[in-house]
């Protein structure tokens, strides 16, 4: 694992991060109802399936660094980062956050029949941006992204590239404490690219922790100093940013592994021997920035404070939505269970109608 100055603050610590969705076999996701209610969950669940997305995954960043993120589509990097920013819950494991974590991704929902000035703005007043500010920041933004006379067109009118490019404009105008990026490398032309990998560098000096998500090996090499390979979910590698990435590259020239399907190499045995370790390494992460955190906030003459437990001074990376999500699919659940047993119930009366029935029935036509 790259190496770390130790008074370095860590601002992400992932504990044996697990996130699993139950899917139908034709690949609908199952809601809560069909759980209920679903005859082949009653006989056993046939026909849905288990996706695990992440498959404990453990490590730690901290203040200064910019780690990179690798592997092939579909390994589950970018469920690494939803889960990190708290978009979506984990199913075992922990996860904590020096501050709240920013996902910066191109794909960022704008207005096609909006002008492109109009959607910077909205970009803007959506990061928080007060009015006087974003419109301010206009000629900037659409110099960056080199929209000349299109600024002023609906974005339904640009290519794929210019959209691509304002969108990534949009979302690296601010710095943030915590900064993930999900496939911002991959926009517009080469000479866009260098552009964009000098924003990241700077968005790094101005920001705690920088990760990013990319398939550009070439990119991540020059832009960070340590890199982790995510495969099938799990952190295969996590090391300097030159050697994942040579091994990772070695891994996509054999061609004889199948796009997520397992493989027995080098890389793969020394990240499984080396988990335990990251475990640990994590949990001491944490514990140390709890205490700093705790004994900065005490008064000069107060006692020692004992570490706090995980709700404590590093913030859980859910967002309130995701509670508010939780809780949605609780009430979901009970109000499941609620007619499942009114309808048992109803039942229950009417055969005991139905016999009653029958029985008065057989009285009446004895002699």
């Given at each position: ?49 288990t ?11 901290s ?10 589509n ?7 980062f ?14 904590w ?33 007060t ?151 994590a ?8 205490q ?40 979901v ?16 009366a ?9 029985a ?8």
């Open positions: 694992m790259a190496s770390v100055s130790e008074s370095a603050r860590p601002m992400m610590v992932v504990d044996d991060a697990h996130v699993t969705y139950r899917v139908y076999a034709s690949g609908k996701r199952m809601s809560a109802r069909d759980t209920m209610f679903s005859m082949q969950a009653l006989r056993g669940g046939r026909g849905l399936k996706v695990p997305a992440l498959r404990g995954v453990t490590f730690s960043a203040e200064g660094e910019t780690v990179g993120v690798i592997g092939h579909g390994s589950g990097k970018s469920t690494l939803r889960a990190m920013s708290g978009l979506i819950p984990t199913s075992q494991g922990t996860i956050a020096a501050d709240r974590p920013v996902l910066l991704g191109v794909n960022a929902a704008l207005v096609p029949e909006l002008s492109g000035e109009n959607n910077i703005k909205l970009g803007l007043l959506a990061m928080g941006f009015p006087e500010e974003a419109s301010a920041q206009v000629d900037e933004i659409a110099d960056f992204a080199e929209l000349n006379e299109f600024i002023h067109h609906p974005m339904r009118t640009y290519s794929s590239g210019m959209g691509a490019r304002l969108r990534f404009a949009i979302a690296s105008a601010k710095a943030h404490s915590i900064l993930l990026i999900d496939e911002a490398l991959s926009v517009g032309d080469r000479r866009f690219k260098l552009k964009s990998e000098q924003r990241i560098r700077e968005l790094r000096d101005s920001a705690g922790l920088v990760m990013i998500v990319s398939h550009s090996a070439s990119s991540l090499r020059d832009t960070c100093e340590r890199v982790l390979w995510v495969h099938k979910g799990e952190l295969r590698a996590d090391g300097p940013s030159r050697d994942v990435i040579n091994d990772y590259v070695k891994w996509t020239k054999q061609g004889t592994t199948a796009v997520g399907a397992a493989s027995t190499s080098k890389t793969a045995s020394k990240a499984k021997t080396a988990s335990a370790a990251r475990r640990m390494q949990r001491v992460a944490y514990r140390a920035a709890a700093a955190t705790a004994a900065a906030a005490a008064p000069a003459n107060a006692a020692p404070a004992a570490p706090r437990t995980p709700t404590g001074p590093v913030a859980h990376a859910t967002s309130p939505g995701t509670v508010r999500r939780r809780r949605f699919y609780q009430s659940r009970e109000r499941s269970r609620r007619e499942i047993t009114a309808l048992a119930i109803t039942g229950a009417i055969l005991l109608a139905v016999g009653a029935g029958a008065i029935a057989v009285v009446t036509l004895l002699p």
